[in-house]
């Protein structure tokens, strides 16, 4: 393992130069669950951990991730725990109490959100869980960046004794550069909880010194901010008439998009964005007449350094920055060479190239599971999905998703659906997910008897961030074999009486149980079992189908209903050889047995 | 079109003073630098030909910058990464600064004719992938004619290159991307040794082979144009 090497340099992924950093803190314990763009922070965790002997484990959300950090922080060993920035709003309810109690050894909470959303829901700032939270964030400009500061992270909290967050964003957590390595430190020490319940238990009583004990310790983290070394003041040329304030990635686009314009300019970056280190940002506003402020996402830094009495504030709130989507090199130089009053670069044309919207994957599982689904209920339910590769079942021609929400989300809304009017409601679920936010919607579907399928898509893995096991997959993060914990147990056990297990490549059955599922006066279940065409073709592709033009009588079924990628009209219908995986559910819908395997 | 291009970001042999070890250590390197985007469709291997050239750029001490984008806009969707080498904090690309532009796919080489301006050389492969709107006949794929004249419009130099069938005469269709890599070497300020040792190091021992053959044919393939 190249990221385990002890000193030179690496080419390392933002997120991979975390990990490292955090070797180099001697990290005993890692948490995450998986969701781009943090994904691979937990999954270079999980091929190293073993070698590099450290515990890591997939928690079964994010919640439960910050959680078990939080148990071995107290129990006196260094913990980090890792997820996308909607993964923090399902940790919240944990850390936003352990603020108060604190941590006792360093706790790093990382979060990578996603401007863009380019593969999210949302793309909120979470710089507001820091304030809301009233814990230090720290942001990163780079992957050299990422790893120092996971380091200063784990000291910041050690000496706070509080929680500590690494705010990264996709272009922080998915760039590549050379890293210089320093020094894995080895931490082979065992654990000890020494009861404090004054501290550690949070009921009203103790809450109440808790928090005072918080502010007690951010006023702290206000002066180890002025003096981390993690904020800093960039000249460029000899006299800088304007001041810039910025962080992470935005600071990367505003040093280019300077020295391009060629202005003299005082850049204060932000290593350190909550608490703000008040002395230094005031001595740098009173130093220029016109203050810029480059921040992706919210009005976060311009919002506290107007509040700090910033006088000519340029950005979001005066128009001159864009307050959503992702900067970039062109945004940022057009936005600065318009408030210097310079002139914006001339831009090519746009071109227009049709669309490529991602899709389920030839032989994807769910693609069947979701033609089945419209054909039992003739295409006329309410379609409730969730978060995973099955929410590219919104895509034309499946339309298999009307609402989309968050982890469990779906079958939540599907509940008061089936309260609020008397249609067909089928929800879609993937196993992972299952386990990570749709039992207790389950439960709560069970106990109010509300009347709708709840359909779990198992495919046997978190497919969408890359394959991460969970509960039922019976592998754990570390590679270690684990008690595989059965769905159909589960919901068995909550008291669902309709049941039923089925693989979606049998179209015929699928569509049956789905009918049956339909008429059930109650929540009925039905588990749509089959592995990832991913993982099943990496063992080897046994079949390839080709339409027997002869046969075919072009009712484009297979295209215009099913609408599986790999095939193609040209001059008739025809299946891409090198995309088809051989799952044969084609030849199973098409009406005039047209579709035949490759002899 | 006249784009004037941003020799270097004007950073070259000037040493910003920060106070502090977390300064980049970007100037301490070499001063050669180029653009690349590779852009294609999730699937085909994009995210490997950036880190080839990433390792290499850095195997020939030289400061470098990729970007991907992973997750959901790789089930089949658009997929643009970039490389940068030289002394530069943005790992993004701005409008009209690509020195190479390696385009696994026609329409995605169209889709990225917003970084090419009169600098820009461009390697195509020729074999579209169909996206899927247009099976269900809600949208047109631009002909080949048309994709090609307005990016001899913008780019200095255009080179075509039928990459899956050299992949296949390599011995593996998933070579394809080889192929581009050995096309792109030509131009790169990389040199050919240093990118065949990279590939080398990260594939397989099974598949040197035929990656090493691949790659030699997309290398004389651009070679005779």
């Known amino acids: ?599 | 079109m006249k784009v004037v291009r941003d020799q270097g970001l004007g950073v070259r042999g000037k040493r910003v003073k920060t106070k502090h070890s977390l300064a980049p250590n970007y100037y301490s390197l070499t001063t050669k630098h180029e653009n690349i985007v590779i852009a294609g469709v999730g699937g085909q291997g994009i995210l490997f030909t950036s880190k080839i050239i990433g390792e290499a750029a850095l195997e020939s001490n030289m400061n470098v910058l990729t970007s991907e984008i992973h997750g959901m806009a790789q089930r089949g969707g658009v997929v643009v990464s970039t490389v940068k080498i030289g002394n530069v904090s943005s790992p993004l690309i701005a409008d009209a600064e690509a020195d190479i532009v390696i385009a696994f796919e026609p329409a995605e080489a169209l889709r990225a004719a917003n970084k090419m301006s009169e600098n820009t050389t461009v390697i195509i492969n020729t074999n579209p992938i169909i996206p899927f709107p247009i099976s269900l006949g809600k949208e047109k794929y631009p002909k080949m004619e048309y994709i090609l004249s307005e990016i001899k419009k913008r780019c200095e130099k255009l080179l075509t290159i039928d990459a899956n069938r050299l992949a296949q005469h390599a011995g593996s269709g998933i070579t394809m991307n080889t192929v581009m890599i050995g096309a792109f070497s030509q131009f790169s300020v990389l040199s050919k040794k240093k990118i065949k040792e990279t590939i080398r190091k990260n594939v397989h021992k099974k598949y040197v082979d035929v990656n090493m053959r691949a790659f030699e044919l997309g290398y004389r393939a651009v070679r005779s144009k």
Request: aromatic letters at 8%.
């Open chain 1, 1 to 599: 393992m190249d990221i385990l090497r002890n000193k030179g340099t690496l080419l390392l992924l933002g997120n991979e130069a975390v990990v490292r950093g955090a070797l180099e803190s001697g990290v005993n314990v890692a948490t995450t669950y998986p969701g781009t763009p943090a994904s691979e922070i937990g999954d270079t965790f999980s091929k190293i951990a073993k070698k590099a002997g450290i515990y890591f484990e997939y928690s079964v959300n994010e919640k439960v991730a910050v959680e078990t950090a939080f148990g071995a922080s107290i129990s006196g060993l260094r913990s980090i725990a890792s997820m996308k920035h909607v993964g923090l709003n399902v940790s919240s309810d944990a850390f936003v109490t352990m603020a108060y109690s604190g941590v006792k050894c360093g706790m790093v909470i990382v979060t990578a959100d996603d401007p863009s959303c380019y593969s999210s829901q949302n793309e909120q700032d979470s710089r507001y869980y820091a304030m809301l939270a009233n814990l230090p964030m720290l942001e990163p400009s780079t992957p050299q960046e990422a790893k120092e500061m996971t380091k200063k992270a784990f000291e910041i909290s050690e000496s706070l004794e509080l929680p500590v967050f690494l705010r990264m964003t996709t272009r922080v957590s998915h760039v590549r550069e050379n890293v210089r390595l320093g020094k894995i430190v080895k931490n082979n020490r065992e654990g000890f909880f020494e009861k404090d319940p004054v501290r550690f238990v949070n009921v009203p009583a103790g809450a109440r010194i808790g928090h005072p004990r918080l502010l007690k310790q951010m006023e702290r983290a206000e002066e180890l901010s002025e003096k981390s070394g993690l904020n800093r003041i960039i000249k460029v040329g000899k006299k800088p008439k304007i001041g810039i304030i910025t962080s992470g990635v935005s600071y990367n686009y505003t040093i280019d998009a300077v020295k391009k314009l060629g202005v003299d300019a005082s850049i204060l970056k932000l290593g350190i964005v909550h608490p703000l280190p008040k002395k230094t940002c005031e001595k740098f506003i009173s130093s220029f007449k016109k203050i810029v402020i480059v921040e992706e996402l919210e009005p976060y830094l311009e919002t506290l350094i107007k509040a700090l009495g910033g006088k000519n504030v340029y950005g979001k709130l005066t128009h001159d920055f864009p307050r959503i989507f992702e900067y970039n090199p062109d945004i940022v130089y057009d936005s600065l060479a318009k408030i210097l009053g310079k002139k914006v670069q001339k831009k090519n044309e746009k071109i227009v190239v049709p669309s490529r919207p991602p899709v389920l994957c030839p032989g994807c599982p769910h693609r069947a599971t979701f033609y089945a689904a419209k054909i039992a209920s003739k295409d006329k339910a309410v379609y409730a999905t969730d978060i995973g590769c099955y929410a590219l079942g919104v895509q034309p021609p499946l339309s298999t998703a009307d609402v989309l929400v968050c982890m469990g989300g779906g079958v939540g809304a599907a509940g008061g659906i089936s309260k609020a009017t008397k249609q067909k409601i089928i929800a879609f679920l993937g196993d992972s997910t299952f386990f990570h936010a749709g039992i207790p919607a389950l439960v709560n579907a069970v106990y109010n008897n509300h009347k709708f399928v709840y359909t779990i898509l198992d495919n046997r893995t978190t497919a969408m961030t890359g394959h991460q096991p969970h509960p039922g997959t019976g592998i754990t993060g570390m590679g270690n074999i684990a008690s595989n914990i059965k769905i159909e147990d589960i919901v068995r056990g909550i008291g669902v009486k309709f049941i039923e297990i089925v693989d979606p490549y049998n179209v015929k059955e699928t569509v049956s149980e789905f009918r049956k599922a339909l008429e059930y006066d109650g929540v009925s279940v039905l588990i749509a079992r089959h592995t990832c065409t991913l993982l099943e073709i990496r063992k080897g592709k046994k079949k390839t189908y080709q339409i027997n033009q002869l046969k075919c009588k072009e009712c484009r079924i297979c295209i215009d209903r099913f609408g599986c990628p790999a095939f193609y009209v040209d001059k008739g219908v025809h299946i891409n050889p090198l995309l088809c995986v051989g799952c044969g559910v084609c030849a199973q819908i098409c009406p005039a047995k047209a579709i035949e395997v490759i002899k």
